[in-house]
């Protein structure tokens, strides 16, 4: 696609429930990134993914969050038992391999709301 | 542990004026800077990206700055239109270790009254 796609847009579910937020990057990008976004502060690194594989997960903050990329393509952020501290929006990113290249792009991220 | 620090946290201008961001970095050796935007409820897009070597980089009515030096760089706004008013994040890249996961500052929110 033309750019980085996130959905839902929104989202809102209760405390202790699993949801997932799906990432679609743009067509022939290798790498996709996973961020946190709270109130007020800068994207915040969860995972990154180079091709089918996380390269990096230092960010995820507990067994809870877990994220897939089965065909390197798209990828799926997935939280279990959901908590209100976990409300926040969901950014997602991807380029070119190793994030050399001009291509970083973001998706308008998908707010997650726990009520 | 790398950091970007910006300023101000928040800054208030009129329709027409100039201002100036600051980023402040402690990631190095790094591959590349670079400034989004933000506006609300969307995703960061990209304004500027600056590798070690460059000193400037322009975009239209966006300016970036870069001292490898001192670690700095800025992000000059000319004749501020209404839609300006966004968060401006500073994005640092690492080049080293084989990771290129970005540190992200928290933003400059940015508010143009008319």
């Known amino acids: 696609g033309a750019g980085v796609s996130q959905t839902p847009s929104n989202k809102v579910t209760e405390k202790g429930k699993y949801v997932e937020l799906r990432c679609d990057p743009i067509?022939?990008?290798?790498?996709l990134y996973w961020y946190r976004q709270s109130l007020g502060q800068g994207p915040e690194f969860l995972i990154y993914?180079?091709?089918?594989?996380?390269?990096?997960d230092s960010g995820l903050p507990n067994d809870r969050f877990f994220a897939v990329r089965p065909e390197g393509s798209v990828s799926t952020l997935k939280i279990q038992r959901t908590e209100r501290g976990d409300s926040a929006v969901y950014l997602c990113?991807?380029?070119?391999?190793?994030?050399?290249?001009?291509?970083?792009?973001f998706g308008s991220g998908t707010r997650l709301t726990v009520v | 542990k790398n950091q970007v620090e910006q300023s101000p946290q928040s800054l208030i201008i009129l329709e027409g004026k100039n201002c100036t961001l600051q980023?402040?970095?402690?990631?190095?050796?790094?591959?590349?800077l670079r400034w989004y935007k933000q506006d609300t409820g969307r995703g960061p897009v990209s304004l500027t990206i600056?590798?070690?070597?460059?000193n400037t980089k322009s975009n239209g009515r966006y300016t970036a700055t870069l001292d490898a030096d001192t670690k700095q760089s800025s992000l000059h706004i000319t004749a501020s239109q209404l839609s300006d008013s966004a968060s401006y994040i500073c994005?640092?890249?690492?080049?080293?270790?084989?990771?290129?996961?970005?540190?992200f500052g928290r933003g400059t929110s940015l508010i143009v009254h008319p």
């Open positions: 990113a991807s380029s070119t391999s190793g994030d050399r290249g001009e291509g970083y792009t």
């Open positions: 067509s022939g990008h290798t790498a």
């Open positions: 993914f180079q091709g089918t594989g996380a390269a990096d």
């Open positions: 980023c402040n970095y402690t990631v190095s050796p790094f591959s590349n």
């Open positions: 600056m590798t070690f070597s460059e």
């Open positions: 994005v640092v890249t690492p080049s080293s270790g084989g990771s290129y996961i970005p540190t």
